[in-house]
């Protein structure tokens, strides 16, 4: 007698085509079939829309997912910045996709902005650092904003010089923990756009070793060992150490030497898109 097996039913496969998504059907997807989906991150939504408005998206595999009965599974963020955006940029729209998918969707390692802006490969090698200088650099006194990566490598471009010297000149030595930091840069990075770049050099240099070469130096000491000192992470401590080496940048320029250290309170170096403003 020959076994037999009882076959198992076969489930019809996924289908995929690329399709010119506008606002309207952005729309009625998110309103008919957007049932079920995790809450929606208005900062992600501005940072695809600001991309799709200004002609950056780009068509990759990622798109928009629908289940068998239709529902929607994935590509909600996309769609709402269509709806943000008032354009209509091309995606793969896949449908018939098993639910159970959603057990692996977005379950990787999330990638860095590092990650993506290294893959792209548009801005040479951009390390960790980099980024958190130019995060530092934008923020300014506040808090830095949402960037896409497109942004992100696009302000990169435009400020590379400043963000270079910084790094070049506020290295990453043990000696200087706590006082080369993404806040310290920053204000390196703004100032290289304003200020005699050999004597940000030298200031930079003094910071870093705490080596003078005039008695009359004495409030960049003061500084550095009150960064060395206070290293807090919180949001208004990093905003205290940002104001207090831009007042004594400012205040060394100017070849002053006060004997105590009060933040600045006001931006001292301003970027020249801010300048311009």
Avoid at 31 to 55: I, P, Q, W
Avoid at 176 to 196: E, K, L, P, Q, W
Avoid at 211 to 216: E, F, K, P
């Amino acid at each position: 007698m020959i076994a037999t097996t009882t076959p198992r039913s076969i489930k019809a496969a996924p289908i995929v085509e690329r399709m010119l998504i506008g606002p309207d059907q952005a729309l009625q997807w998110l309103e008919k079939t957007n049932t079920n989906n995790r809450k929606v991150s208005d900062k992600h939504v501005l940072r695809l829309a600001r991309d799709m408005a200004e002609g950056k998206w780009v068509l990759t595999h990622a798109g928009i997912a629908f289940g068998p009965d239709g529902t929607l599974l994935d590509g909600q963020h996309r769609l709402w910045a269509i709806c943000v955006a008032e354009v209509a940029v091309e995606m793969f729209v896949w449908r018939n996709v098993d639910p159970q998918a959603m057990m692996t969707i977005d379950c990787g390692k999330a990638r860095s902005m590092a990650d993506i802006l290294n893959i792209a490969g548009s801005n040479g090698t951009v390390s960790n650092h980099r980024l958190a200088a130019l995060r530092a650099m934008l923020a300014g006194f506040g808090n830095p904003p949402a960037l896409s990566p497109s942004e992100t490598s696009t302000l990169l471009r435009r400020h590379h010089e400043a963000i270079e010297f910084a790094l070049e000149n506020l290295p990453i030595v043990t000696s200087a923990r706590g006082v080369n930091t993404a806040a310290t840069r920053a204000v390196v990075a703004r100032a290289f756009y304003s200020v005699d770049r050999v004597m940000l050099k030298d200031f930079c240099r003094k910071l870093t070793t705490g080596i003078l070469t005039s008695d009359n130096e004495g409030i960049v000491v003061l500084l550095r060992q009150h960064l060395q000192e206070n290293r807090g992470s919180s949001f208004s401590q990093k905003v205290l150490r940002y104001g207090k080496v831009e007042r004594v940048l400012k205040a060394w320029l100017k070849g002053e030497n006060p004997s105590r250290i009060y933040p600045a309170t006001s931006e001292q170096f301003p970027l020249p898109e801010e300048a311009k403003a």
